[in-house]
């Protein structure tokens, strides 16, 4: 057998970008996915045990990329999964005509393929207006989750 048998083509570890948990444990500021999307719940309602003995928790929540407000009926002691949701924070090192950013973090790395954000609506000009065509530092953070990444944040800095 040679090494080529044994070619390796990604470095994923196989980590799910979802994890399981007892809806009865998920807390409001928390994050859960409802219907496929990542969203951060709003508030929880918790009913009474029926006649077939489950307390079933009501969530209201918003998805964290698009801020549409959804809604889910679990039973408390029923699984549920939790994305994993990271943020982190990126220089502004160029904006093009079309919004395409480019990024750098701390470490020298470069991120490309982030757009200026959409939502909430100005949020993509007021950073643009911020950056001056690159006079001033603008920071960024960014928030990944379940395969999708968006800026959800700026500020300027003092310089």
């Known amino acids: 057998m040679s090494d080529d048998d044994y070619k390796i083509e990604s470095g994923d570890a196989g980590a799910s970008a979802t994890i399981p948990m007892e809806a009865g444990q998920v807390k409001k500021g928390g994050f859960m996915m409802i219907k496929g999307r990542p969203c951060?719940?709003?508030?929880?309602?918790?009913?009474?045990?029926?006649?077939?003995?489950?307390?079933?928790?009501?969530?209201?929540?918003?998805?964290?990329?698009?801020?549409?407000?959804l809604e889910d009926?679990?039973?408390?002691?029923?699984?549920?999964?939790v994305p994993i949701?990271?943020?982190?924070?990126?220089?502004?090192?160029?904006?093009?005509?079309?919004?395409?950013l480019t990024l750098m973090d701390e470490g020298g790395n470069q991120k490309v393929d982030l757009n200026l954000p959409t939502i909430p609506p100005g949020m993509g000009d007021e950073i643009r207006d911020?950056?001056?065509?690159?006079?001033?530092?603008?920071m960024v953070t960014v928030q990944a989750a379940v395969g999708e990444e968006a800026v959800i944040s700026f500020k300027k800095e003092n310089s």
């Open 130 to 138: 911020e950056w001056a065509e690159g006079e001033n530092t603008v």
């Open 85 to 100: 949701v990271n943020k982190s924070d990126w220089e502004i090192i160029d904006i093009s005509e079309d919004g395409e």
């Open 40 to 69: 951060k719940v709003l508030s929880i309602s918790v009913s009474k045990t029926g006649k077939h003995g489950h307390a079933k928790c009501n969530f209201l929540a918003v998805d964290i990329f698009t801020g549409k407000k």
């Open 73 to 81: 009926m679990v039973p408390s002691t029923h699984g549920t999964t």
